[in-house]
């Protein structure tokens, strides 16, 4: 067994995206790899933060690390999913209606 592991940190706006690939001690956690990246001061674990994941699956900040893990970083959302549909669909009929 290796004392080291090989890992990815991502975090991406609408407009950038930050990778940034890491060696880390065998037993590190999410935080000592955003740590390790740089990216602790930008996005510290707070109540209105995204949250962070390992390949898509959400998870804790202390979550034990494995060779190969993609570490995101998550943005909080701007907006509820649900309206941004609802108000899709209600434009769409309002544009039927114009056009119809």
């Known amino acids: 067994m290796s004392d080291t592991i090989e890992v990815e940190v991502v975090w991406a706006t609408p407009t950038d995206q930050t990778l940034r690939r890491l060696t880390l001690p065998a ?9 390790a990246a740089g990216l602790s001061e930008h996005f ?3 109540a209105d933060s995204g949250g962070v994941g390992v390949h898509g699956r959400l998870c804790d900040y202390d979550e034990p690390l494995r060779e190969g893990d993609r570490v995101e970083i998550y943005r909080p959302l701007t907006a509820d999913p649900k309206d941004v549909r609802r108000q899709r669909v209600q434009q769409m009929r309002s544009d039927k209606k114009r056009a119809g």
């Open 27 to 35: 037993k590190s956690a999410v935080r000592q790899a955003i740590e």
């Open 44 to 46: 510290p674990p707070t």
